[in-house]
Nanobody, 126 residues
Framework: QVQLVESGGGSVQAGGSLRLSCAASVHTVSRYCMAWFRQVPGKEREGVAAIETDGSTSYADSVKGRFTISKDNAKNTLYLQMNSLRPEDTANYYC????????????????????WGKGTLVAISS
C-alpha cells in the first residue's frame, strides 16, 4: 500500500513562490513514476509535472519555466517548486504515483495513476 501526504500549500500573492512536498511510503519515489496534478472544483484535473524513475521530467505548458519537479529518493519525498505564481494557479494540488510511465500525464486528459494523496490547497491572490 502506497501512502502519499502532501504539504506546503498556502496563500501567497501573485509573483510569489511556494514549494510543495509529498512524503511517500519507503521506496515509492525511487521505484515509481511520480506526478503533481491540480484541480479547481468544477474543472478538469490537470497534470502539472511528472518525473520518471530515471529523473526525466515533463511539464504542462501552463507551468513551463515557472515550476520545477524534483525528488529525493533517500528522503522518499517528491517536490514541486512553484515560482512566479499567478492567480490561475489557485487549485488543490495532488501528488500521485504509478508503476508505469507517466510523463504523458502532463499532456493527456484523465490520465490515471494508481495512488493519490489527499491534496494541499494553493491560493494565489492578485
Amino acid at each position: 500500500q502506497v501512502q502519499l501526504v502532501e504539504s506546503g500549500g498556502g496563500s501567497v500573492q501573485a509573483g510569489g513562490s511556494l514549494r510543495l512536498s509529498c512524503a511517500a511510503s519507503v521506496h515509492t519515489v525511487s521505484r515509481y513514476c511520480m506526478a503533481w496534478f491540480r484541480q479547481v472544483p468544477g474543472k478538469e484535473r490537470e497534470g502539472v509535472a511528472a518525473i520518471e524513475t530515471d529523473g526525466s521530467t515533463s511539464y504542462a505548458d501552463s507551468v513551463k519555466g515557472r515550476f520545477t519537479i524534483s525528488k529525493d529518493n533517500a528522503k522518499n519525498t517528491l517536490y514541486l517548486q512553484m515560482n512566479s505564481l499567478r492567480p490561475e494557479d489557485t487549485a488543490n494540488y495532488y501528488c500521485a504515483a504509478d508503476p508505469d510511465p507517466c510523463l504523458d500525464a502532463t499532456s493527456e486528459i484523465y490520465f490515471g495513476m494508481d495512488w493519490w494523496g489527499k491534496g494541499t490547497l494553493v491560493a494565489i491572490s492578485s
